[in-house]
């Protein structure tokens, strides 16, 4: 068995399904009827016990970037209605790089369970869960200056280009966790949730310099490039001159790292005169990975090649996929990778997320309004955002929530509806980010910040429903 991918390549496979977070929604924080927003506080219980059906119990994507769909693909002005990307000839350069940040990240995630469980102890103080899911991450970031480069190439007999900050960080885990939370007194409940974390892949390219000079006869490019990939089964394939060009899959993948995390919370509902005000706070994903010598891959470049290939490039007769191939060849030549062998193991830690949230009720609870703060710190960026809820709960078997998140990530409006009945079937589903204005293909325009969160489950010691608290 022996496939072959490229650099970049290989960067887009483990990309498609995929940034470690509790990838739940931030709209279903306050609702008390969801027993998926333990993984937002693992001091919250849901109203009864529950079985999570296999791969449809709690299903997450999430997509979110400050470059937008219709910045890359583009209507051309041939009249033909047909889309080109960012390179094709009818496309300016003005047109394109007017649409973009000096710096350029994408965010994505997707998790699924494969088995979910939750009950409460014999004196409904106490609240056990544990479940079994993949998840999947990943971070990028591509300063203006690459696609300047990339879109108006030489502008004269002697161009320069400097691009330093660009990064690529995926991962691809499975994950076991265990929780319990307790209610310690009338006011104040606490949990903690253990994951254990099983990475089947793990991929992070960092260019920190790239200079490229444009000459009529030749283009010079010095760059500073590293290449860690964890992954066993893999392996770098070179050519004649030792640059690795492509990534073999030699036997079937397995287990590359193995690591631990831990979520912690707490929940303080207060009495007397200031009854109905809620506070809440946690931490998640508080951890490592580790990888072992054996099952990582190093590449790195340094020092200055001259490069002479990719002349006359016909991106106008082009359709989408061979413009893709044709920019995927030119990267994964301009970075010039050499295998190095890895010294020792490495230990990777996890972007951890922080979250306070105060809640007020009103009419004995049957509505109420929230404020989540979220804190997220990873490799490549610090995420803040808040999100302000009204939270709609006439009966233990329905809820509804509306939301609206801002800050410095998107501002966007969100749901989440919840059927609760005791007996039968439960269901959620809820996005934070909802927009209506999308292409011919159905892809969010404009903004390219989408998620979408569903769940059925099947309710257990439903005739003792009662509220977490």
Sequence with gaps: MKNKLSIFALALLVMVPAVISAQSLKSDYFVTASYDRIKLNPAFAPHNGY?????????YLNVGSNMAVNTFLIPLNDGSGKLGTFMHPDVSPERFLSNLESQNYLHAD???????????????????????????????????????????GMTSDNTHY???????????????????????????????????????????LNIDRMDITMTPDEWIIDTETSLDVAAKGFSFEKDEEDRISSVNMTSLPGMAGFGAAIDLGAEYRFGGILEGL??????????????????LLYAESGGTVNYTGFKDMDYENMDISGQVDEITGLFTEMVNLKESAPSSGVSEMLPASFRVGAEYEFFN??????????????????????????????????????????????????????????????????????YLKYSTYYVPLDDTFFNVHFGVSIPIQGGKMRRAN
């Design 51 to 59: 079985i999570g059906l296999p791969l449809v119990g709690d299903l």
């Design 110 to 152: 997707f998790s699924t369970s494969l088995f979910s469980y939750g009950r409460y102890t014999a004196d409904r103080n106490g609240f056990w869960n544990m479940g079994f899911s993949m998840r999947t991450e990943s971070d990028v970031n591509i300063p203006y200056e690459f696609f300047d480069f990339m879109k108006s």
């Design 162 to 204: 400097s691009i330093s900050g660009m990064g690529l960080t995926q991962s691809v885990y499975m994950q076991f966790s265990a929780g319990y939370s307790r209610r310690i007194n009338d006011n104040l409940r606490i949990g903690a949730n253990i994951k254990i974390l099983s990475s089947l892949i793990r991929m992070d």
């Design 278 to 295: 809620n506070l809440s706070a946690s931490i998640t994903d508080l951890g490592a990975v580790f990888y072992g010598r054996n099952n």
């Design 365 to 434: 609870n049957i509505l109420s309004a929230g404020l989540l703060y979220t804190g997220r710190l990873n490799e490549r960026k610090m995420y803040n955002e808040l999100t302000l809820s009204c939270n709609l709960r006439p009966s233990k078997t329905f809820a509804l929530s509306c939301s609206y998140s801002f800050m410095n990530i998107a501002n966007s409006i969100g749901w989440a509806l919840h059927v609760t009945p005791p007996y039968g079937i439960n269901f959620f589903v809820g996005s934070d980010y909802t």
